[in-house]
């Protein structure tokens, strides 16, 4: 089966950027989306289709796609703030065992 | 507004049965394939299950495939997962969530519901 690979932690200072890997055979190939999710809460769609963001995400959210042979695609949060303090999480379908597959996830901490 | 409200989570025993559901308002179920995506407490998100929006198809993830039944009654607009034959590492939050597409989406999920937890304990 697919595998989905994402650091266990990323640190950043309060109006820094921050960078979240997302690792996978090819995964330049699929399609990538990003959740937040804060603790107690469900989470929340931050950037879908690679780099496209859904209504009320700030621009501050986008993502990146290196090709169809990539082997990583980031997720980078610009100016941070204390609220973006969360873990977050990739995912992508898998069209070879219909599966939809979820990255380990990245706890992101604000300095 | 869209909206997924989760129930009939609780505690059950090894090898015991429960049903969950989700109760969607603002879209209707025969728009969208519909999922169940669970969380241990503490861990990452798994993606268990998924339904047609015509109830004509349906998808498991290997770890559950043969136990649990995902199912909707289009009448009361509310999903279901049936859980047979449960064991301790079902134990999870269990929430679901409507993709952001219409029809056999294969995209993100945009709408989840507040989840509910289910505890496989003797």
């Known amino acids: 089966s697919y595998v989905v690979t994402q650091p266990p932690s990323v640190s950043v200072a309060p109006g820094q950027t921050a960078s979240i890997a997302c690792g996978g055979n090819n995964i330049g190939s699929k399609s990538v989306h990003w959740y937040q999710q804060k603790p107690g809460q469900a989470p929340v769609l931050v950037v879908y289709d690679d780099s496209d963001r859904p209504s009320g995400i700030p621009e501050r959210f986008s993502g990146s796609n290196f090709g169809n042979t990539a082997t990583v695609t980031t997720l980078t949060i610009s100016r941070v703030e204390a609220g973006d303090e969360a873990d977050y999480y990739c995912?992508?379908?898998?069209?070879?065992?219909?599966?939809?597959?979820f990255g380990s996830g990245t706890k992101v901490t604000v300095l | 507004e869209v909206q997924l409200v989760e129930s009939g989570g609780g505690s059950v025993q090894p090898g015991g049965s429960l049903r969950v559901s989700c109760a969607a308002s603002?879209?209707?179920?025969?728009?969208?394939?519909m999922h169940w995506i669970r969380q241990v407490p503490g861990k990452g998100l798994e993606w268990v299950s998924r339904?047609?929006?015509?109830?004509?198809?349906?998808r498991y993830a290997d770890s559950v495939k043969g136990r649990f039944t995902i199912s909707r009654d289009t009448a009361k607009n509310t999903l279901y997962l049936q859980m047979n034959n449960v064991r301790a590492d079902d134990t999870a939050v269990y929430y679901c969530?409507?993709?952001?597409?219409?029809?056999?989406?294969?995209?993100?999920?945009?709408?989840w519901g507040q989840g509910t937890m289910v505890t496989v304990s003797s």
């Open positions: 995912q992508v379908w898998d069209g070879n065992s219909d599966q939809f597959v």
């Open positions: 969530a409507r993709p952001y597409c219409p029809g056999d989406c294969l995209g993100a999920f945009d709408i």
């Open positions: 339904i047609a929006n015509d109830g004509s198809a349906s």
């Open positions: 603002g879209f209707s179920l025969n728009d969208f394939w």
